[in-house]
């Protein structure tokens, strides 16, 4: 049964920026808002046979700007969102550690997603890392993933300034959703192959 689920493919996700509005330190239910094509770039996603898992550092929390229990609130709303869209996620991996705390689950570390692999069963580096800063495309080319910068959130920003080198660059997720059902319908290894960059400009830790 484990070989069969090894063969399963996961996307991991940002967020702030990549599926909810960029809020500084969101710290309320009211506050989440899903970016314009979520739920349609999600399902697309799902109806590929992707997994989805979301990977998030929340450093809000190790500030004491407000606790776990919130946060899951917080996340709790989300996932009503998501599940209005006809999406489900099937791990939420938090980091809820400051920068200073040298924990080894904060983005762009792999803790997080070595976590999520272990427990839902998947090849971290046969997996998709979609996210708007340089941390998250870090974390998916330290495991040797496939990774997508979008466009929302900081992406844009980070793109014009040149402090990151994703594999492909979308404008939202319906775009990156487009892009990996392109690799997969070529039967690209590796999910979506190998992607164009070769070399990662140092990025700064978001």
Not at 50 to 65: D, I
Request: one cysteine or more; hydrophobic letters at 40%.
């Amino acid at each position: 049964m484990n070989s069969v689920l090894r063969k399963r493919r996961f996307v991991a996700l940002d967020r702030d920026g990549t599926i909810i509005v960029e809020r500084q330190y969101l710290s309320s239910p009211d506050q989440v808002e899903l970016l314009p094509g979520v739920g349609a770039g999600l399902r697309a996603m799902s109806e590929l046979g992707l997994g989805l898992v979301m990977v998030t550092n929340q450093s809000a929390v190790g500030r004491g700007y407000f606790d776990l229990a919130r946060l899951e609130e917080i996340h709790g709303r989300l996932r009503e969102l998501l599940l209005a869209e006809g999406v489900e996620l099937e791990g939420t991996y938090i980091c809820p550690h400051t920068p200073e705390d040298g924990c080894d689950c904060r983005k762009p570390l792999p803790g997080l997603l070595l976590r999520a692999s272990g427990e839902l069963v998947f090849d971290p580096a046969d997996a998709v890392v979609i996210g708007d800063k340089p941390c998250d495309i870090e974390l998916g080319r330290g495991v040797g993933a496939t990774t997508i910068l979008v466009r929302t959130g900081y992406g844009a920003e980070h793109e014009a300034a040149g402090t990151v080198m994703p594999d492909h660059v979308a404008d939202d997720l319906v775009e990156a959703a487009e892009f990996l059902r392109r690799r997969i319908a070529a039967g690209t290894s590796g999910c979506c192959g190998e992607g164009t960059a070769t070399a990662a400009e140092p990025a700064r830790r978001v």
